[in-house]
Protein backbone atom coordinates (compact mmCIF):
# COMPACT_ATOMS: atom_id res chain seq x y z
CA UNK A 1 0.00 0.00 0.00
CA UNK A 2 1.59 3.09 -1.27
CA UNK A 3 -0.54 5.66 1.04
CA UNK A 4 2.28 7.75 0.75
CA UNK A 5 0.86 9.38 -2.25
CA UNK A 6 -1.95 10.63 -0.67
CA UNK A 7 -0.68 12.50 1.87
CA UNK A 8 1.94 14.25 -1.42
CA UNK A 9 0.28 17.70 -1.55
CA UNK A 10 -1.54 18.33 -5.02
CA UNK A 11 -2.27 22.33 -5.02
CA UNK A 12 -5.95 22.27 -4.79
CA UNK A 13 -7.40 23.91 -7.95
CA UNK A 14 -8.33 27.41 -7.25
CA UNK A 15 -10.63 29.65 -9.14
CA UNK A 16 -8.22 32.53 -10.96
CA UNK A 17 -10.50 35.10 -10.93
CA UNK A 18 -12.44 34.46 -7.43
CA UNK A 19 -10.07 32.64 -5.40
CA UNK A 20 -12.14 29.91 -4.39
CA UNK A 21 -11.67 26.28 -4.18
CA UNK A 22 -15.32 24.91 -5.20
CA UNK A 23 -15.98 23.63 -8.60
CA UNK A 24 -13.05 24.66 -9.90
CA UNK A 25 -13.08 23.87 -13.81
CA UNK A 26 -9.49 22.98 -15.26
CA UNK A 27 -10.54 22.31 -18.45
CA UNK A 28 -10.09 24.15 -21.76
CA UNK A 29 -7.18 24.94 -20.04
CA UNK A 30 -8.50 27.54 -17.38
CA UNK A 31 -8.51 27.50 -14.17
CA UNK A 32 -11.55 29.36 -13.05
CA UNK A 33 -15.12 28.35 -10.90
CA UNK A 34 -18.21 27.35 -11.90
CA UNK A 35 -19.72 30.52 -11.56
CA UNK A 36 -16.99 32.67 -13.14
CA UNK A 37 -16.77 30.38 -16.01
CA UNK A 38 -20.21 31.42 -16.84
CA UNK A 39 -18.62 34.91 -17.30
CA UNK A 40 -15.96 34.00 -18.83
CA UNK A 41 -17.36 31.22 -20.94
CA UNK A 42 -19.38 34.14 -22.44
CA UNK A 43 -16.80 36.35 -22.98
CA UNK A 44 -14.97 33.95 -24.86
CA UNK A 45 -17.92 32.82 -27.17
CA UNK A 46 -18.54 29.43 -25.41
CA UNK A 47 -22.19 29.08 -25.50
CA UNK A 48 -22.52 25.72 -24.23
CA UNK A 49 -21.43 24.73 -21.05
CA UNK A 50 -22.84 21.66 -18.84
CA UNK A 51 -22.15 22.02 -15.49
ZN1 LIG B 1 -14.53 31.95 -9.47
Known sequence: MA???AKKKR???TCEICGTH???IRKYGLNI???C???VAH???FRKYGI
Do not use: A, L
Open 3 to 5: KDE
Open 11 to 13: EPP
Open 22 to 24: RRV
Open 33 to 35: CGR
Open 37 to 39: FRE
Open 43 to 45: KIG
